[in-house]
């Protein structure tokens, strides 16, 4: 998918492969984008970094220690490996800060919490202090700057931006779908959204952390730190890598398949544009949506009595069901409309999401992974496997627990 924003004067791609592709000049009417990477020729990066071929020094160099491609590849390994102890350090410093929190707030409120009925504001801040002003910092020092490199930044007109939010509604719709569904399934029917039954306490709280704050860290974190950190090594698989870490992040499998196919969205248009603004401003709207709007909506209806009603209208009481259909008429109108219009823009997003999926455009990376090598050069090491076990774990236990 091409942004409409294009360089003025277009430049040599950097990369080995020459420049970028034309495209039909009826179809797209401006220059075509090149690649964001500013630094210019590729000699630019020192020869010893650039990914050479492995059949080359494969031959040229039989011994594995002294193959330069091999110790390339341990090289990427452990800059992977780094950011996934990163991470796994940051879910440690959050639990252990949450955990000393709500003891700090039970020993000087009297035990307030301790049957769950602490209100939803000072479980946002017990939740959100240790994981943004301590454990995120620490996480984004540890990863270090050697693999960051500097890119140019394109802005994003509003036609592109509101078809880019359209499309991440099926998205959402989609993977929340799959969560619940999979979530009930694997805990017979038990288990609970956390995180849905504390957006239900409606209240300017939820403006704060949920649609303001969350969004401004979060993007910062999984984005703009991860995707700048992982770049240089391809940019599919730093967007993969972005929105695999911020699905398991969550630790909620309710959230875990919308998070990752939003994180994966919110990726690629961060990789296009290098501005941290239009991803934030999708996340906040997707967030106000499902953590403000959603839940207002449904507390206009008493759904707590439609049970009651609905039980003594299939035993012949239908005055009862009138009743309650007449107390709860205006919340039941604006949920009508609500759902119409979310379900007609969900059906619009569905089909952008078609038309426009093969559009998408990704370019060289200045040390692209090759095939063959990528999963196990990103995923296969200490650090991101520790990552990936820990966060599955406190999932399984979320979900049974």
Not at 44 to 69: A, D, V
Not at 116 to 122: I, S
Not at 245 to 261: R, S, T
Not at 280 to 295: E, S
Request: hydrophobic share 45%.
């Amino acid at each position: 998918m091409t942004f409409p924003q294009q360089p003025q004067q277009p430049q040599c791609p950097q990369y080995p492969q020459g420049p970028a592709p034309q495209y039909p000049q009826s179809q797209f009417p401006q220059q075509p984008q090149y690649p964001q990477y500013p630094q210019g020729p590729a000699q630019q990066y020192p020869q010893s970094q650039f990914p050479p071929q492995p059949l080359q020094y494969s031959q040229q160099f039989p011994q594995p220690n002294r193959n330069p491609f091999f110790e390339w590849l341990q090289r990427a390994k452990r800059d992977f490996s780094r950011i996934g102890a990163s991470l796994c350090l940051m879910v440690i410093i959050w639990y252990a800060g949450v955990f000393l929190l709500k003891g700090v707030v039970r020993a000087v409120a009297g035990g307030v919490g301790a049957g769950g009925d602490m209100p939803n504001w000072m479980t946002f801040l017990i939740s959100d202090v240790p994981l943004y002003l301590i454990a995120m910092p620490v996480a984004v020092a540890l990863m270090g700057k050697s693999t960051v490199i500097e890119t140019r930044k394109f802005n994003m007109k509003p036609g592109m931006f509101f078809k880019l939010l359209l499309m991440c509604l099926p998205m959402m719709w989609v993977g929340s779908m799959v969560g619940s569904m999979l979530s009930l399934a694997l805990s017979d029917g038990e288990a609970t959204n956390r995180v849905a039954d504390l957006a239900m306490q409606t209240n300017i709280w939820n403006v704060v952390f949920l649609v303001i704050l969350g969004p401004i860290f979060e993007e910062w974190m999984f984005r703009k730190q991860l995707i700048d950190h992982t770049r240089k090594y391809g940019e599919k698989t730093a967007i993969l890598l972005s929105g695999l870490a911020f699905g398991l992040f969550h630790m909620n499998l309710f959230q875990f398949f919308y998070a990752f196919l939003l994180g994966v969205m919110f990726g690629y248009i961060y990789m296009r544009t290098s501005k941290l603004r239009y991803s934030t401003a999708m996340h906040m709207i997707i967030n106000f949506n499902g953590g403000v709007l959603a839940p207002w909506i449904l507390t206009r209806v008493d759904l707590d009595q439609l049970d009651k009603v609905s039980q003594a209208a299939e035993n012949g009481n239908v005055a009862a069901m009138e009743q309650w259909a007449s107390q709860n008429a205006t919340g039941l109108a604006i949920m009508l409309v609500y759902f119409l219009l979310y379900g007609a823009v969900i059906l619009a997003g569905f089909v952008l999401l078609i038309r426009n999926f093969r559009k998408a455009e990704f370019y060289i990376a200045p040390e692209e992974l090759p095939r063959g090598v990528r999963a196990k050069t990103v995923y296969g090491n200490v650090g991101m496997v520790t990552f990936i076990v820990l966060t599955v774990l406190l999932t399984a236990i979320s979900l049974f627990l």
